[in-house]
C-alpha cells in the first residue's frame, strides 16, 4: 500500500501519558492526507503486545493508548491491495517467532510478494495486502533480529519502509526508498513519512530543539526501549524492476531517452504504474503535457503533496486559459 507511517518512542519517560496519545492522534490526523481507507496503531501495554485497527480515516478513530505505552507505531492506509473494509487486510500486521511477538507497518508498493510466497513454498494466506509477505518473511527465518530483518528487506522488490515493533519495546526501521524521518526531541523520537507534516506537528507542540536523526536508505535501524540506536545497512533492489512488472521492458526501455517525448505506450504503463498511487492517466498526461519528463513524474508519486500541489497549481492555469 501506499500509506503514511508515524510513531514515538518516549525512551525517558520525559512525557505524560496523555501527551502521549495527545501527540500520536495529532500525527495521525495529519497524516490523514496520504490514507485515509484505514487507521492502525500498535504498542506494548503491561508486557503484551497490542494492535489497534479499523477501516476508518484517522479522524474516526478513537485511539487507545495505554498511560503504560511508551513506543506507539502508527499507520495510515491507502489501499492498493486487499480490501480495506477487511480489517485483517490492515496495517500494523500481527506476526510471531519463537519466543517473541511483533508487529509489522509498511509504506510502499511490493509487486513480488506472490512470486515469494510460491518459490520459498510459505502458506497460504488470508490476508490479501503485499506487505504481508514481509511478515511471513521474518516467520520464516524463525527470529526477528537484524539478520532477519536484513533478508526480508533483500527479497522484497518494489518501494517501502517498514517499522516493526516486537514486545520488548525494541523498534526496527527499515529505511528504503520511501521517505522517512526521525527527530530527537529532548528525551523521546518522532517519526513519520514527510517531514514537512512532521514538522507541522512538533511546531504545533512547540517543540524547537529537535534534533535530525539520520535515517539513510538502505538502512535498518533498531531503536532500544531506553533510547540507543544500533544500525546495519542492506541492499536494496535497483528501485523499481519495471522490466520484472511489466514483464517487456528494462528500466531504460521504459524511460528511454528522457529528451523524447513519451510515446502512447510508455505512457500507459507510467500510467498504470501510477495508478497504484491514485494517480489516474489524466493527470500523468498533464503534467507530461506541462513538460515534466518520466523521471520528475515518478519522484513525485512518492511526494504525495508536490504531487499534489503540481496538477492542482496546472489545473487552475487550464481553468483559466480555457475561460
Known amino acids: 500500500d501506499m500509506c503514511s507511517l508515524f510513531g514515538l518512542i518516549d525512551y525517558s519517560n520525559a512525557l505524560p501519558a496523555a501527551a502521549r496519545k495527545v501527540i500520536i492522534r495529532e500525527l495521525s490526523r495529519e497524516f490523514e492526507i496520504l490514507g485515509t481507507d484505514a487507521t492502525g496503531i500498535s504498542y506494548n501495554s503491561f508486557g503484551r503486545l497490542k494492535i489497534y485497527k479499523r477501516p476508518v480515516r484517522a479522524s474516526k478513530l478513537n485511539f487507545r493508548v495505554p498511560f503504560d505505552s511508551k513506543v506507539v507505531m502508527g499507520h495510515t492506509r491507502m489501499t492498493t491491495k486487499g480490501n480495506q473494509r477487511i480489517n485483517i487486510n490492515n496495517h500494523p500486521f500481527p ?164 529528451t523524447e517525448p513519451p510515446d502512447e505506450e510508455r505512457i500507459a504503463y507510467l500510467a498504470e504504474y501510477a495508478s497504484y498511487f491514485g494517480i489516474d492517466e489524466d493527470d500523468i498526461r498533464l503534467l507530461i503535457d506541462a513538460g515534466y519528463d518520466e523521471f520528475e513524474i515518478e519522484e513525485m508519486l512518492y511526494d504525495p503533496m508536490t504531487m499534489q500541489q503540481a496538477l492542482s497549481g496546472f489545473k487552475k492555469y487550464s481553468v483559466c486559459e480555457r475561460g
Not at 130 to 157: H, P, R, T
Open 95 to 258: 506476526g510471531h517467532v519463537e519466543g517473541m511477538d511483533f508487529a509489522l507497518a509498511h509504506n510502499g508498493v511490493l509487486h513480488n510478494d506472490e512470486l515469494l510466497r510460491k518459490n520459498m513454498k510459505l502458506p497460504d494466506t488470508n490476508i490479501e495486502t503485499d506487505s504481508y509477505i514481509a511478515v511471513q518473511l521474518i516467520e520464516n527465518s524463525g527470529k526477528l533480529d537484524f539478520d532477519s530483518v536484513k533478508a526480508m528487506a533483500e527479497a522484497v522488490q518494489g518501494t517501502f519502509c517498514f517499522t516493526i515493533l516486537n514486545d520488548r519495546n525494541e523498534l526496527y526501521i527499515v529505511k528504503g526508498n520511501n521517505p522517512l524521518e526521525m527527530y530527537d526531541c529532548g528525551g523521546y523520537y518522532l517519526y513519520a513519512s514527510t517531514d514537512s507534516i512532521l514538522k507541522q506537528v512538533m511546531k504545533r507542540f512547540k517543540i524547537k530543539k529537535a534534533g535530525r536523526v539520520n535515517l539513510e536508505e538502505g538502512t535498518i535501524t533498531k531503536v532500544y526501549p531506553d533510547g540507543r540506536l544500533e544500525a546495519m545497512k542492506f541492499d536494496i533492489f535497483d528501485e523499481f524492476d519495471y522490466g520484472h512488472y511489466f514483464g517487456r521492458y528494462s528500466k531504460w526501455d521504459f524511460f528511454g531517452d528522457e
